[in-house]
């Protein structure tokens, strides 16, 4: 018990350096800096913060950020890492994603997914540094939509299931960690990771694609996200929040935004239904989350999905998925801090 007061102490003078127009720069270790998630949210902070990004089987070359070249799933890894770096907040986005990996490979899921974000947690809890753990709408099982934190969970398939495992590890080994439930596209390194890219990829390509008129979420793009999940650690938050758009649709609407936007023809998009997909995972239909809560802090609604939208449009316009891709590759990629 006093081990736990101690670190609560730390952890609130951290806090209190993390305000929303601080002068200094705050000093950010994100994990899975490789990833879809990760690396937009390196990009993002490091244009404002001293940020580290911890990347494992994809290196890379030339980021505005310093890389730590680190296998997390080591004993002992994250630790000294932390003490290395000594971040002043730690963004947990390392996962293993894949759904249908996570149903073909279970341990590996539970590992990645469960017992790391755990250590993580005991981990920055012991040093007294804010932890954002990134967690998953799909803890519901999507049967009847309009979920609010206080919902009682219930995933289906083996990722969500290390997801909400991982939100009870966490919380347990560090109560006043910032829990984000999120769902977001955005530009990856290869260009194939998000939902968006899907769309724009196949539509640009003239091919067409089938889009889930059953299957409502609420996705953020990943920088807006980004940006939020700030605010929210600005304004000293913890346990869960539901981080996502205030907007929901469905995802053959999704695809046709994609196309709207980008002057492309949804024609292409073939509206079907979930049960005609042939996936593996079971998918939970309709994944609307409330965000009153966000909005509460926030002092505004949750981002709409024009703005996301508009975002990742902008972010094309601006060569930002030909400078992720020169990172990848060691090349001057040009973004600048």
Same mark, same amino acid.
């Given at each position: 018990?006093?081990?736990?007061?101690?670190?609560?102490?730390?952890?609130?003078?951290?806090?209190?350096?993390?305000?929303?127009?601080?002068?200094?720069?705050?000093?950010?270790?994100?994990?899975?800096?490789?990833?879809?998630?990760?690396?937009?949210?390196?990009?993002?902070?490091?244009?404002?913060?001293?940020?580290?990004?911890?990347?494992?089987?994809?290196?890379?070359?030339?980021?505005?950020?310093?890389?730590?070249?680190?296998?997390?799933?080591?004993?002992?890894?994250?630790?000294?890492?932390?003490?290395?770096?000594?971040?002043?907040?730690?963004?947990?986005?390392?996962?293993?994603?894949?759904?249908?990996?996570?149903?073909?490979?279970?341990?590996?899921?539970?590992?990645?997914?469960?017992?790391?974000?755990?250590?993580?947690?005991?981990?920055?809890?012991?040093?007294?540094?804010?932890?954002?753990?990134?967690?998953?709408?799909?803890?519901?099982?999507?049967?009847?939509?309009?979920?609010?934190?206080?919902?009682?969970?219930?995933?289906?398939?083996?990722?969500?299931?290390?997801?909400?495992?991982?939100?009870?590890?966490?919380?347990?080994?560090?109560?006043?960690?910032?829990?984000?439930?999120?769902?977001?596209? !955005?530009?990856?390194?290869?260009? $194939?990771?998000?939902?968006?890219?899907? =769309? %724009?990829?196949?539509?640009? @390509? &003239?091919? /067409?694609?089938?889009?889930?008129?059953?299957?409502?979420?609420?996705?953020?793009?990943?920088?807006?996200?980004?940006?939020?999940?700030?605010?929210?650690?600005?304004?000293?938050?913890?346990?869960?929040?539901?981080?996502?758009?205030?907007?929901?649709?469905?995802?053959?609407?999704?695809?046709?935004?994609?196309?709207?936007?980008?002057?492309?023809?949804?024609?292409?998009?073939?509206?079907?239904?979930?049960?005609?997909?042939?996936?593996?995972?079971?998918?939970?239909?309709?994944?609307?989350?409330?965000?009153?809560?966000?909005?509460?802090?926030? !002092?505004?609604?949750?981002?709409? $999905?024009?703005?996301?939208?508009?975002? =990742? %449009?902008?972010?094309?316009? @601006? &060569?930002? /998925?030909?400078?992720?891709?020169?990172?990848?590759?060691?090349?001057?990629?040009?973004?600048?801090?």
């Amino acid at each position: 018990m006093a081990q736990h007061s101690a670190n609560s102490r730390n952890h609130s003078s951290v806090r209190r350096g993390v305000q929303a127009g601080n002068p200094g720069m705050t000093r950010i270790l994100v994990t899975g800096a490789s990833g879809l998630l990760g690396l937009n949210f390196a990009l993002t902070y490091s244009r404002r913060h001293q940020v580290t990004g911890v990347v494992n089987a994809h290196p890379l070359t030339g980021a505005p950020f310093q890389v730590l070249n680190a296998d997390l799933a080591k004993p002992g890894s994250i630790g000294e890492i932390l003490d290395r770096v000594k971040p002043d907040v730690v963004l947990h986005c390392a996962a293993l994603a894949n759904v249908d990996q996570c149903e073909r490979q279970p341990e590996l899921a539970w590992r990645l997914n469960t017992d790391l974000p755990e250590e993580v947690a005991q981990a920055t809890a012991d040093r007294g540094i804010v932890l954002v753990h990134i967690s998953t709408d799909a803890v519901f099982d999507g049967k009847t939509g309009r979920y609010t934190e206080e919902s009682q969970p219930n995933p289906l398939g083996a990722y969500a299931r290390t997801k909400l495992a991982a939100e009870h590890a966490v919380l347990q080994a560090y109560p006043e960690a910032l829990i984000a439930r999120v769902n977001f596209y !955005g530009w990856s390194l290869g260009g $194939q990771r998000s939902l968006a890219e899907f =769309f %724009f990829n196949h539509l640009s @390509a &003239g091919t /067409p694609v089938r889009g889930f008129t059953d299957v409502f979420f609420c996705p953020l793009e990943v920088t807006v996200l980004a940006e939020t999940l700030m605010r929210l650690v600005e304004a000293h938050c913890s346990e869960i929040y539901h981080v996502v758009s205030g907007e929901c649709l469905s995802k053959y609407e999704f695809g046709c935004a994609v196309a709207r936007r980008f002057g492309l023809d949804e024609g292409l998009i073939q509206p079907v239904s979930v049960h005609e997909g042939g996936l593996l995972a079971a998918r939970s239909p309709d994944l609307r989350l409330r965000t009153d809560k966000l909005a509460g802090v926030l !002092g505004s609604p949750a981002p709409d $999905q024009e703005t996301s939208m508009q975002r =990742f %449009f902008e972010l094309y316009q @601006a &060569g930002h /998925p030909q400078q992720l891709r020169a990172l990848a590759l060691g090349v001057d990629s040009h973004i600048s801090g």
